[in-house]
């Protein structure tokens, strides 16, 4: 199929142009989890980025061939546009094709490989491809820890509060983002400082921070 594009203009005039997979992926998206199906799916990886207060979030969840070490599902929500949606729909299908990426592998997708495949995005949009790495990237972190891997949880622009467990301050961010108002909530979710207690009083400085800047 001919890969056409559809020039959009935003409310300014300024011209946004769309290809036909973009299109495609908004508006037959691959791999979506359907407000509500959340709830039954059982993951082996959690990953969360961004929030409702800053416009896109998205939401992914990974299910792991643990003996291949491979992505067998990758499943997700975003709440954003048609490009937040587009970027996610390829992205899990990037993960999951001819067998499952392996998890080293899936770590090191980087935003361009999913424009690459979309065939474009118009520039002021491809910071929602970036969100879509980063979720994948958190979902696989979140199955690391869970798997007591540890050594392989990787970092990037955060700030780790407990060493022994690798939680950093985005993780604390997106506990709060979920509801945990509590010392004892962010635990359950995140289990910081149960090995270490020594970080526990800045977990509850960033507790206090977010609360306040998420809700007020």
Not at 103 to 126: H, S, T, V, Y
Not at 182 to 190: A, F
Request: charged share 30%; glycine share 8%; hydrophobic share 35%.
């Amino acid at each position: 199929m001919t890969n056409t594009k559809t020039d959009l203009r935003d409310q300014q005039g300024k011209s946004w142009v769309y290809s036909d997979i973009v299109k495609e992926h908004f508006f037959h998206p691959q791999n979506i989890l359907l407000p509500g199906e959340e709830v039954d799916y059982q993951s082996d990886g959690l990953g969360y980025v961004g929030s409702p207060a800053c416009g896109d979030m998205m939401k992914m969840w990974i299910k792991v061939d643990q003996k291949e070490d491979r992505i067998l599902e990758c499943k997700w929500q975003t709440f954003g546009c048609a490009s937040a949606i587009a970027s996610t729909s390829m992205l899990s299908v990037i993960a999951t094709e001819k067998g499952g990426m392996k998890l080293d592998d899936a770590m090191k997708i980087k935003a361009q490989d999913i424009l690459e495949r979309l065939g474009g995005l118009p520039n002021r949009k491809i910071h929602c491809s970036v969100l879509g790495d980063k979720a994948l990237q958190s979902a696989i972190n979140d199955y690391f820890k869970k798997t007591e891997q540890f050594d392989r949880v990787k970092i990037e622009g955060a700030k780790i509060i407990d060493d022994q467990l690798k939680i950093t301050d985005k993780d604390i961010e997106e506990a709060v983002l979920e509801g945990a108002d509590t010392l004892e909530k962010v635990q359950v979710k995140t289990k910081v400082g149960t090995g270490d207690p020594s970080c526990l009083p800045e977990v509850e400085q960033l507790i206090k921070f977010y609360q306040d800047k998420y809700y007020g």
